[in-house]
């Protein structure tokens, strides 16, 4: 039964299923709502959770789940808002909290049908990389990027589509030129360093083939990203008149001298 704590519109209840979970809201954590039990325990349900006039939860969906599972009174207050508006208020509160990750509005505006969104799942399916990726493919494309992102706002125009989807399409035939690449020490922080080159404003993607095609070979697995940097930097300069500098280091000099000194002995241990 709910009963009126104040004249603020606060409310207090132990009757849960009465809150409705959005299935666009971000999944759950379970090691977050552990956090907020022991929270509970010691110091009470401090903060009410935010929900529409027709109980949809807007901000609390942790809070909600720790006290279900303690089994005490949820305080909540209720927002007359126009369900259509309700994600705009989700995107706000978590925007301020700092609670959500990038991939948790993607995932909000694209089940809402918003249709840049969708369009970019579409592109993540259809040249198989990682929503991660794709974000990175997208960040320069306008002004004000990560802000309409959030907000739902997000537009391309077809001439910004084509070129996020170039982005993709030059840095599946890089990732997946050599089988070399499939291999041990090839994964995650090789592909952040290609991505990173595609995007760089100098960058031609013939000419980086046709030097794989020469050198693919004498690339070395690496733990980070300005190792490999460095080294497809090297293939994609080596005889080339123009050198571009796809990174700036002040260890750039010793960290180019140890590649080229392992990449010697590599040689050697082939001979």
Not at 28 to 35: F, K, N, T
Not at 50 to 73: E, W
Not at 234 to 244: A, F, L, M, P, T
Request: with cysteine; net charge positive; glycine share 6%.
């Amino acid at each position: 039964m709910n009963h009126k704590l104040q004249d603020t519109a606060m409310y207090q209840t132990k009757d849960y299923d009465s809150f409705k979970i959005l299935n666009y809201n971000r999944p759950v954590d379970d090691l977050r709502v552990e956090g907020l039990m022991k929270s509970i325990k010691e110091h009470g349900f401090l903060l009410p959770i935010l929900v529409s006039s027709d109980m949809q939860v807007a901000d609390g969906q942790h809070r909600l789940a720790a006290a279900k599972r303690l089994g005490v009174d949820v305080s909540y207050i209720k927002y007359n808002i126009d369900g259509n508006k309700l994600p705009i208020l989700i995107s706000k509160l978590n925007s301020l909290s700092k609670n959500w990750k990038s991939v948790n509005y993607y995932e909000m505006w694209s089940e809402l049908g918003i249709s840049t969104y969708v369009w970019m799942g579409d592109m993540i399916e259809k040249h198989d990389v990682t929503f991660e990726e794709l974000f990175k493919m997208c960040g320069n494309a306008c002004s004000g990027f990560h802000q309409k992102f959030k907000d739902g706002e997000l537009t391309f125009t077809e001439t910004q589509k084509a070129r996020i989807e170039n982005y993709a399409i030059m840095f599946n035939s890089v990732i997946h030129f050599s089988s070399v690449f499939s291999g041990d020490g090839f994964g995650n922080v090789f592909r952040i360093a290609v991505l990173s080159i595609i995007k760089h404003v100098d960058y031609n993607n013939e000419r980086m083939l046709r030097k794989l095609n020469k050198d693919a070979g004498r690339l070395l697995a690496c733990v980070n990203k300005t190792d490999f940097i460095i080294q497809l930097e090297h293939v994609y300069n080596h005889g080339e008149r123009k050198q571009i500098d796809f990174i700036r280091s002040k260890t750039k000099k010793a960290d180019t001298a140890r590649i080229k000194s392992r990449q010697s002995r590599g040689d050697n241990d082939r001979q």
